[in-house]
C-alpha cells in the first residue's frame, strides 16, 4: 500500500559524520576516505537493486567515475572542520509499481528537483521487491562547474525548498500510481491537515456527492500516522507486530471511509450534516397555521388566535463511530436513511384559513409567510414593580409631565411665587436679579445717597507701616579724596617688562 515518507537530512562533520561513509552504505560497496584514512565496507549485503549518478551537464567526468571519486572529491574541498558536506534523504516508493516504474519515478524526481538546479545526485535503490521498496539520495551542496566544485549555494537551504520538494514528490508519484491503474493517492500533508482540510470542504459542499467524498476522505485521515522503524529492527517480532497493528488500524479507517460514502451518496434528500459531529438533518416540511375566519374589518379577540400545529418530534439512532473522536458515536447508521428531524430555529410556515360554511366568512387561504413569536413581558415579577418606580421617580425629578397636571400646576405656581420673591427685573441689564442686589444698586444710585460707614468699611485704605525716626543728625555728605600722581594704579599684563 502506497505511504508517503520523504525526509531530508545534512551530513554534519561537527557530528562526527562523514559523506564517504554514507556513500558506502548506500551503494553496499568499500570506500576509503582520503581525508581521514578510514575504510567503510558495506558490500556483504545484497539488498541494492541498482544505483545510479545524475549530474549537470559540465560536469568534469572524473568526478562522476564512481562514488569514491564523487564523495572524497567532496571532502577533499570542504575546508572546515565543522563544515556540512552533503544533504541526503530517503524516500518510499509505492509498492503498486513495477522496478522498472520505481527506478523511473525516483530518477525523474531527482532529475526536475535537483540535478537541474545544479546538485549531483548519488541514488541507491533498496529492496524493490519487498513491501518496503525505498531509495537513497545524496546530493552535493556546492555548485559545479568545468573547473570543479564552487561555492556553496544557500538558498537550497531555504525551509520552503524541502516543502516544495516533498509536493513535488507526491504529484510525481500519484501520477505514475495513475498511469498503473492504481487507485492508491499520497500527499505530502500531515493526516491532521489533511483531515481539518477534509471536514472544511465537507462544509461548503453543494451536493451529496462532493459531501460524500470529502466525508470520506475525514475518515479515512481521522487515524494516527504510522511510526517509523529503523532498518536494524525491520525482521524483529516487535516491528512485525507494530506494523501489523497500524496496518490494521489503517484498514478500518478505509472500511469506515467506503461506509461514510455509501451512506451520503445515497441521500436522496436535501440534507443539513454537522460534519464535526457527523449529524444529519433534513430540511423540515412546512408547518401548518390554521387561524380561524373573521369577519371583514372586525379585530380578533385572545380566543382566535392561530393555533401551531407542528409535525410529531423527530428522532435519531445511533450508527458508525465519530471520526473526531473514537469514543463518540455518531447520529448516523452505515446504509441506513437518517431520521428525520426540525429544527425549531428554521422551521417554515403555512398560514392557512380554517375551512367554514358561513358564505359571510372568507375562504381563501391566506399568502405564505414566516410567523416570528411575539415575545411578552411577565406581569408578574420584580423586575416590572422597579421598572415603573424609576420611570415614576424619573418623571418626577426631571421632566414636565403633562399627565398628571394637578401635580403639574402647583409646582408651576411654587415656582413662579419663589421668583416673584427673590428677583426683581432690572430694565438696565436686561434679566431679573436678586431682590437685595437690585436694591443696593437703586439705594447707591440714588441722588441723595451718602455713603454710610459700613459702605466705607467695604473699600478699605492700604495700611501704611509705620517707619522709624530718621537721625536728622548724621551728615549724608560723603568726603572724597583724590589720589596722587604716584598712587595711580597701573595695570600690566603678567610677564611684562619694562625695556631699557
Known amino acids: 500500500m502506497a505511504i508517503f515518507h520523504l525526509d531530508f537530512k545534512i551530513v554534519k562533520r561537527s557530528e562526527g559524520k562523514s559523506s564517504v561513509a554514507k556513500a558506502a552504505y548506500h551503494a553496499r560497496c568499500r570506500i576509503t576516505d582520503e581525508r581521514t584514512g578510514d ?133 510525481i508519484a500519484n501520477s505514475y500510481l495513475a498511469a498503473a491503474g492504481s487507485s492508491e493517492h499520497i500527499d505530502h500533508r500531515s493526516l491532521q491537515a489533511q483531515h481539518e482540510e477534509a471536514l472544511e470542504k465537507a462544509a461548503v459542499a453543494l451536493d451529496n456527492e462532493e459531501k460524500a467524498l470529502w466525508l470520506a476522505k475525514a475518515a479515512e485521515t481521522n487515524r494516527p500516522p504510522m511510526k517509523r522503524i529503523h532498518s536494524a529492527k525491520w525482521r524483529s517480532k516487535a516491528a512485525h507486530e507494530q506494523r501489523a497493528a497500524e496496518q490494521a488500524v489503517r484498514d478500518a479507517a478505509k472500511r469506515e471511509a467506503v461506509e461514510v460514502y455509501k451512506t451520503f451518496s445515497e441521500l436522496d434528500l436535501e440534507i443539513i450534516v454537522d460534519v464535526r ?147 426683581v427685573f432690572d430694565e438696565v441689564l436686561g434679566y431679573p436679579v436678586l431682590r437685595t442686589k437690585y436694591e443696593k444698586l437703586a439705594k447707591f444710585n440714588h441722588d441723595d445717597y451718602k455713603p454710610t460707614q459700613d459702605d466705607i468699611n467695604r473699600f478699605p485704605s492700604r495700611h501704611l507701616n509705620d517707619k522709624a525716626d530718621a537721625d536728622k543728625n548724621i551728615d549724608l555728605t560723603q568726603s572724597i579724596s583724590y589720589p596722587s600722581k604716584k598712587s595711580t594704579i597701573q595695570l600690566r599684563p603678567p610677564g611684562y617688562r619694562r625695556n631699557g
Open 39 to 171: 575504510t567503510y565496507d558495506y558490500s556483504r549485503r545484497n539488498d541494492l537493486y541498482g544505483h545510479f549518478i545524475l549530474a549537470p551537464v559540465n560536469t568534469p567526468q572524473h568526478i562522476l567515475k564512481d562514488s569514491t571519486a564523487l564523495w572524497n572529491e567532496v571532502e577533499r574541498v570542504e575546508r572546515q572542520n565543522n563544515g556540512q558536506t552533503a544533504r541526503y534523504f530517503d524516500v518510499a516508493i509505492p509498492a503498486e509499481l513495477n522496478n522498472d516504474d520505481k527506478k523511473k519515478l525516483v530518477l525523474e524526481y531527482c532529475q526536475k528537483n535537483f540535478v537541474d538546479k545544479g546538485m549531483i545526485a548519488d541514488i541507491a535503490f533498496h529492496d524493490l521487491d519487498s513491501d518496503n521498496p525505498h531509495a537513497h539520495v545524496m546530493l552535493t551542496l556546492k555548485t559545479i562547474g568545468p573547473e570543479g566544485f564552487g561555492k556553496k549555494e544557500r538558498s537550497w537551504n531555504d525551509r520552503k525548498m524541502s516543502v516544495l520538494w516533498r509536493e513535488s514528490w507526491a504529484s
Open 277 to 423: 459531529s457527523f449529524t444529519i438533518t433534513y430540511l423540515a416540511e412546512p408547518t401548518e397555521i390554521v387561524s380561524p375566519e373573521t369577519s371583514s374589518g372586525s379585530p380578533t379577540d385572545e380566543a382566535q388566535r392561530p393555533v401551531l400545529i407542528s409535525p410529531n418530534p423527530h428522532t435519531r439512532i445511533r450508527g458508525v463511530k465519530s471520526y473526531r473522536d473514537k469514543s463518540k458515536v455518531s447520529k448516523v447508521v452505515a446504509g441506513k436513511k437518517p431520521s428525520v428531524s426540525i429544527s425549531d430555529s428554521g422551521a417554515n410556515t403555512l398560514l392557512k384559513k380554517s375551512s367554514s360554511k358561513n358564505p359571510n366568512r372568507a375562504s381563501r387561504s391566506a399568502p405564505k409567510r414566516v410567523l416570528r413569536k411575539l415575545t411578552t413581558l411577565r406581569q408578574d415579577n420584580i423586575f416590572k414593580h422597579f421598572t415603573i418606580l424609576l420611570v415614576d421617580f424619573i418623571r418626577d425629578k426631571f421632566m414636565w409631565a403633562k399627565t398628571n397636571k394637578t401635580k403639574a400646576d402647583i409646582n408651576s405656581e411654587e415656582h413662579d411665587k419663589r421668583i416673584a420673591e427673590n428677583y
